[in-house]
């Protein structure tokens, strides 16, 4: 019984140190929908399974996340960003284009992007960085160009004109 008592009070005194849910900042309201990521998925799971599934998606993103948010030309830019929301909803964004059956949550890429002054040379650098990342996953590189080319037309709605 006092065993039982002791376990019982390592476990909540567990839960009490760790948050329920993940602390995302919130944001102001707006209409959630697939055509939010920006552009149509591929079809099949031939790309999915490309990019190693998921899991390589989450790999992918952490990686370029941690070089555009330490890279000295860029990192002032994500200052003020709840990385965890940018986080999940990128990759959710990515696994959705590629094929994945999820939905995209996040904002539209114009509104996204409003107040964040990103120019054309922030932008190939996190390109840059995107393709290390991939490389390091071992994408082979025509499915690597093949997101790429989905991801291109996004810029003029990301960059400051
Ligand atoms: C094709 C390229 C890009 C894609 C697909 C993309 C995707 C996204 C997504 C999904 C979000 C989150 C939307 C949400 O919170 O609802 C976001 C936010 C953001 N992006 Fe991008 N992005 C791109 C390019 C860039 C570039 C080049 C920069 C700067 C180097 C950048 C900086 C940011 C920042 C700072 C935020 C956070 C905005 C905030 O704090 O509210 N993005 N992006």
Same mark, same amino acid.
């Given at each position: 019984m006092i065993r039982l008592l002791t376990i019982s009070a390592a476990v909540c005194l567990a839960m009490a140190a760790t948050p329920l849910l993940a602390a995302e900042k919130p944001v102001d309201p707006y209409v959630q929908s697939n055509a939010n990521a920006g552009v149509?998925?591929?079809a099949g799971d031939e790309m999915l399974r490309a990019f190693h599934g998921p899991q390589g998606v989450s790999r992918i =993103?952490?990686?370029m996340l941690a070089r555009v948010t330490t890279d000295p030309r860029t990192k002032e830019i994500f200052a003020a960003t709840d990385m965890e929301r940018l986080r999940r909803v990128l990759k959710e964004q990515?696994?959705?284009?590629?094929g994945g059956k999820v939905d995209y949550t996040g904002r539209d890429m114009k509104t996204a992007h409003r107040d964040q002054g990103v120019q054309q040379t922030d932008f190939n650098i996190l390109v840059e960085h995107l393709q290390t990342a991939m490389?390091?996953?071992h994408v082979a590189f025509r499915a690597q160009n093949r997101l790429l080319a989905k991801l291109a037309p996004m810029?003029?709605? =990301?960059v400051v004109r």
């Open positions: 149509t998925p591929f =993103v952490d990686e990515i696994v959705y284009i590629l490389d390091h996953e810029e003029r709605d =990301v």
